[in-house]
């Protein structure tokens, strides 16, 4: 694909890539994605801002052959879906400073052996002059790294946020529009990547309020044209208060568990809550990071294996724990055979939730009336608790 205009002077650089499916050997990206360079002509010089994954750097070659000479060029992530390609674009434009966060800097000599003396870091709110434009830097850490930063166009109100805002979404369009596919996928994106980190996000979100906004071009899927929907959508997503929602990661082995499982739904709906279950047979991480992002509570319905929870349910405990969604209360329900420890070690797997730990309903075999009546109470405790949210 060649560079687009995406305002005058200013293009859309970089690859579609249609076929990925997996990012980071982890994370499901089921609708492709893009990695988007931006390249900035004002009358004294031209800035790029960002590169591609290096398996695409092909595609960037031959845009560069199309649009000159570039005098800047800046990395406002060292991850190597933007920064992969920088080595070859510093030996192509051998005079070109590279401008990035101090840390940024470093990270870049680190990871892709990149020579120091060729980065300028930059403080927050610094600038390049480009003649008749210029472009300024905001720091904004932990989006999802911690030498992240912005880049702003002020003449033209445009924020370059590489992955802040971002979405995994091959496509052939260069704005979202008013598609809410693309919220949606931006939501994925924020689930899976940026959600550990919501209270820098609304620091950084605070920050970025003062700048005047027409469009937000981040470095995977469409730019945001109508850039209130996106800005509103991480507000809401990265607040700290929770919905009136259980999440429910479950499987089961011979039905006790799932007798259960079924139980709490009806048991929660029945008291207002919105439930999520969420079959770990065949789990898709992406939706489940995408369900905890507002989840008040999480229940997991496990069988009880050799003493501990189903392996299964320990790998995803481990994910909800890495992922520190903002849950506020974690139990457990689910059937075990003569002993368990599932109660308190289940929980014991999740300490970054810092969440209250609601007593887990366990049943000795198949479930009979007073274990459902357990489930309904642990519903009922859930539902008020919600209510004091
Ligand atoms: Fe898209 Fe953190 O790289």
Same mark, same amino acid.
């Given at each position: 694909?060649?560079?687009?205009?995406?305002?005058?002077?200013? %293009?859309?650089?970089?690859?579609?890539?249609?076929?990925?499916?997996?990012?980071?050997?982890? &994370?499901?990206?089921?609708?492709?994605?893009?990695?988007?360079?931006?390249?900035?002509?004002?009358?004294?010089?031209?800035?790029?801002?960002?590169?591609?994954?290096?398996?695409?750097?092909?595609?960037?070659?031959?845009?560069?052959?199309?649009?000159?000479?570039?005098?800047?060029?800046?990395?406002? $992530?060292? @991850?190597?879906?933007?920064?992969?390609?920088?080595?070859?674009?510093?030996?192509?434009?051998?005079?070109?400073?590279?401008?990035?966060?101090?840390?940024?800097?470093?990270?870049?000599? *680190?990871?892709?052996?990149?020579?120091?003396?060729?980065?300028?870091?930059?403080?927050?709110? *610094?600038?390049?002059?480009?003649?008749?434009?210029?472009?300024?830097?905001?720091?904004?850490?932990?989006? $999802?790294?911690?030498?992240?930063?912005?880049?702003?166009?002020?003449? @033209?109100?445009?924020?370059?946020?590489?992955?802040?805002?971002?979405?995994?979404?091959? =496509?052939?369009?260069?704005?979202?529009?008013? *598609?809410? /596919?693309?919220?949606?996928?931006?939501?994925?994106?924020?689930?899976?990547?940026?959600?550990?980190?919501?209270?820098?996000?609304?620091?950084?979100?605070?920050?970025?309020?003062?700048?005047?906004?027409?469009?937000?071009?981040?470095?995977?899927?469409? /730019?945001?044209?109508?850039?209130?929907?996106?800005?509103?959508?991480? /507000?809401?997503?990265?607040? @700290?208060?929770?919905?009136?929602? &259980?999440?429910?990661?479950?499987?089961? %082995? $011979?039905?006790?568990?799932?007798?259960?499982?079924?139980?709490?739904?009806?048991?929660?709906?029945?008291?207002?809550?919105?439930?999520?279950?969420?079959?770990?047979?065949?789990?898709?991480?992406?939706?489940?990071?995408?369900?905890?992002? *507002?989840?008040?509570?999480?229940?997991?319905?496990?069988?009880? &294996?050799?003493?501990?929870?189903?392996?299964?349910?320990?790998?995803?405990?481990?994910?909800?724990?890495?992922?520190?969604?903002?849950?506020?209360?974690?139990?457990?329900?689910?059937?075990?055979?003569?002993?368990?420890? &599932?109660?308190?070690?289940?929980?014991?797997?999740?300490?970054?939730?810092?969440? @209250?730990?609601?007593?887990?309903?366990?049943?000795?075999?198949?479930?009979?009336?007073?274990?459902?009546?357990?489930?309904?109470?642990?519903?009922? =405790?859930?539902?008020?608790? $919600?209510?004091?949210?």
């Amino acid at each position: 694909m060649r560079a687009r205009a995406i305002r005058d002077g200013v %293009m859309w650089m970089g690859a579609v890539d249609w076929e990925r499916r997996v990012f980071d050997s982890l &994370v499901p990206i089921p609708d492709g994605t893009s990695y988007n360079a931006y390249l900035v002509k004002g009358s004294g010089g031209t800035a790029l801002i960002d590169t591609v994954e290096p398996e695409m750097g092909d595609r960037m070659r031959s845009q560069l052959d199309e649009v000159g000479h570039v005098d800047f060029v800046i990395s406002q $992530h060292a @991850e190597q879906d933007h920064s992969g390609y920088l080595p070859q674009v510093l030996e192509r434009f051998p005079d070109a400073p590279l401008y990035s966060t101090p840390l940024g800097k470093r990270m870049l000599v *680190d990871h892709l052996g990149i020579d120091g003396d060729r980065v300028r870091p930059v403080k927050d709110g *610094d600038t390049i002059d480009l003649g008749d434009r210029s472009l300024r830097f905001i720091h904004t850490p932990w989006v $999802h790294w911690p030498e992240t930063m912005c880049t702003y166009l002020a003449e @033209e109100k445009i924020l370059f946020s590489c992955d802040f805002f971002g979405s995994h979404l091959a =496509t052939s369009r260069l704005y979202a529009g008013d *598609d809410g /596919a693309v919220i949606e996928a931006a939501k994925l994106y924020y689930g899976e990547i940026m959600q550990p980190f919501r209270n820098h996000i609304r620091k950084n979100l605070e920050k970025l309020g003062a700048l005047e906004i027409e469009l937000i071009a981040p470095s995977h899927g469409p /730019a945001h044209d109508r850039p209130q929907a996106i800005l509103e959508a991480y /507000a809401e997503w990265s607040a @700290e208060t929770p919905r009136n929602k &259980v999440v429910l990661p479950h499987v089961t %082995m $011979h039905g006790s568990t799932g007798l259960m499982v079924q139980r709490l739904i009806a048991a929660l709906v029945d008291r207002g809550v919105d439930v999520v279950p969420v079959d770990l047979v065949t789990l898709d991480e992406g939706r489940l990071a995408m369900a905890l992002i *507002d989840a008040a509570t999480v229940v997991f319905g496990t069988p009880t &294996v050799n003493g501990g929870p189903h392996p299964r349910v320990a790998t995803v405990a481990g994910l909800v724990n890495y992922l520190k969604p903002k849950t506020r209360f974690i139990s457990v329900i689910g059937s075990f055979g003569w002993s368990t420890t &599932v109660g308190k070690n289940l929980p014991a797997m999740l300490p970054d939730l810092k969440a @209250e730990v609601i007593e887990p309903v366990l049943s000795r075999g198949l479930p009979g009336p007073e274990d459902m009546a357990a489930v309904d109470a642990l519903a009922e =405790t859930i539902a008020k608790r $919600h209510r004091e949210l």
